[in-house]
């Protein structure tokens, strides 16, 4: 079967992996990410490369599926975990971030992914205890 994403990268990419391998600085994660695509660079086949770093055979496909889709950067990079708050924000745009999430789902504007119908009126009632935590503890800062 011939391969549906194949990774090719130019001597810029590929001296960048080689030198994210050899630093120690990088995450783990990023560092296999950064193998599995030299490796695939170098045209081995995923069960190969999956038994050289000793990982399974779907991490080599979906990394070169996100290679191939969204760049090395994507490739290379965690997507954020879902349900939590961007670290990047600072205290007061954290708070007015979660303030407009729950105006939204207290006023029945928005709704969980997924879901068929309107929130509840519990969900609503859990939404404004939330809400006035977040006011009680802005007038406390």
Known sequence: MAKKYIVDLNKD???ELVTLTQ???PGARKIKRANILLL????KPDFEVAELLHISWLTVLRTRHRFVEGGMDFAL???PLAGRLPNGLAQRQRRDWLNSSLYRAIS????PRGAAEPLSDWSRC???ILSLTVTVEQHKN
């Open 13 to 15: 990419e590929k001296a």
């Open 23 to 25: 630093k120690g600085r």
């Open 40 to 43: 695939a660079n170098a045209r």
């Open 77 to 79: 990079n965690e997507l």
């Open 108 to 111: 029945g504007k928005s709704r």
């Open 126 to 128: 859990s939404a404004a």
